[in-house]
């Protein structure tokens, strides 16, 4: 796939042999989960992990000394990983406590988001985090609409702060005064020639290695300025 050779791979019988990939880069994957080189040792990215907007969310919590507050996940690597996270910066910094922990539908499953909403509507806590994806807030705002839920206060995830389908008036008196996480977007110079350029040889492994470090510099980098939030 970045060799760029376009070379056929067959699979024989018992799946022996190297794999074709030498390595994955990713714009767009942020789960915690993917920074364990162990696990993904092939694996880099030029977008932060959730690690820094969990970091980041904490510091507006104690900015603002909220110290109750529920959390909305969605239900994959994303949300889970993400809930943990925030849980185990919760416990190092005592900085308060969960009212709730929901894992939103993927669908439209009203029984589901109708009893989340209560949940939300009986709890004293007036502050809610949702690491979640813009399709599992629309089907919950409809919800949240459909009840007349106001008065929160809501903190967003980068999936869907700058979400086109939320900014429309209807959802307005619900989601006014959201805080919400975004990732910093410029160009690298010289990326998209860089990776272009490259082309793997298995004679030649101190080339790879030389073009794996470069890459790896710009995962760091990026995660180094998002570390600023």
Same mark, same amino acid.
């Given at each position: 796939m970045t060799s760029g050779r376009g070379e056929p791979f =067959?699979?024989?019988?018992? /799946?022996?042999?190297k794999p074709p990939v030498l390595g994955i880069v990713s714009y767009f994957a942020t789960c915690s989960c993917l920074s364990n080189r162990r696990l993904f040792p092939s694996f880099f990215r030029t977008i932060p992990s959730d690690a820094f907007q969990v970091r980041a969310i904490l510091q507006i919590?104690?900015?603002?000394?909220w110290t109750w507050f529920g959390l909305l996940i969605s239900d994959d690597d994303y949300g889970l990983h993400a809930a943990r996270s925030f849980q185990s910066g919760l416990a =190092?910094?005592?900085?308060? /406590?969960?009212a709730y922990l929901e894992v939103l539908?993927?669908?439209?499953d009203e029984e589901v988001l109708k009893r989340i909403v209560g949940i939300?509507?009986?709890?004293?806590?007036?502050?809610?985090?949702?690491f979640a994806h813009q399709s599992n807030m629309l089907n919950l705002m409809e919800e949240v609409v459909r009840q007349k839920m106001t008065g929160l206060q809501w903190i967003a995830s980068e999936a869907w702060t700058t979400a086109i389908v939320l900014q429309t008036p209807s959802y307005m008196p619900f989601l006014a005064g959201t805080l919400g996480i975004a990732i910093r977007r410029g160009q690298i110079p010289g990326?998209?020639?860089?990776?272009l350029r490259i082309r793997p040889d298995n004679d030649r492994q101190s080339s790879q290695d030389n073009n794996l470090v470069r890459v790896f510099t710009l995962h760091t980098d990026s995660e180094s300025q998002a570390n600023i939030l």
């Open positions: =067959q699979l024989n019988e018992s /799946c022996n042999g919590l104690r900015r603002f000394n =190092q910094n005592g900085g308060g /406590c969960l539908p993927w669908g439209k939300m509507e009986k709890s004293t806590s007036r502050v809610v985090i949702a990326l998209r020639d860089f990776l």
